[in-house]
């Protein structure tokens, strides 16, 4: 597929992944995220990728649904708003998986504003790292709809219920030190040197064993769903397969030889 919405790069086996709608703040069209959607299912299963940053092109990371889409569906004739919506919800909700199922680490590198589906995009990455111009909004209350990103679910889990509600229920705009201090963004750092930061942290997080980061990733995502005997038990059966991984096989080869290279 040919990117022209998204922006898709891939340096010592980091995918740099940047929403490419300027104009519009980076707001999602439904073309925007077909593109989007192959570029995280082409990421998931590339193995020579070891983590992605999300980000976005010019003073947005993502404004949210695009309004001209809204427009549209309200347009529609009254006996297919309900499928269509029905529609569009399966194709946001499978992006959002997708981000938030990855087998690989993810993180949103928030360079301005994230509205909307945008603060939802963000939250179903595993770490978020902002620059001093980025905030943070779920706006949809004014819009007359409610989170569909997947912001009632992520976001309860950063901040705590309550705080979750107040956010949810005002739409009021989170600004960056706020937003670290509530615990919506786990880094700050200078705008001019985001991307990079963000980069480096990608390799930093994903320096060790693939198999490993994989599976502990999958189970930590269920654990607040999980009774602790369901974790022993895909704990269980994780380890079984790391046992069997030629990156274990590899590390304990090179312990023995290092110890015995002392004795």
Known sequence: MTYTLIDFQVTDAIATVTFNRPDKRNAMSDDM?????DVLERVTADKAIRAMVLTGAG??????????????RMNAPAGEVGFNGWHRQQRVHHVQALLHTMPKPVIAAVNGAASGLGADTAMACDFVIASEWASFAWSY????IIPDGGGMYFLPRRVGLPKAKELIFTGRQVKVDEALALGIVDRKTSGETLLADAQAWAR?????????????KTILNQSFELSSHDVFAQGSQAQGICYTSSEHRASVEAFLARTASKE
Do not use: H, P, W
């Open 141 to 144: 209350v004014l819009r007359g």
């Open 33 to 37: 995220r077909t593109e989007f959607i």
């Open 59 to 72: 003073k947005g990371f993502c404004a949210g649904g695009d309004i001209s889409g809204m427009q549209k």
């Open 204 to 216: 930093e997080l994903s320096s060790a064993s693939s198999t490993a980061l994989a599976l502990t």
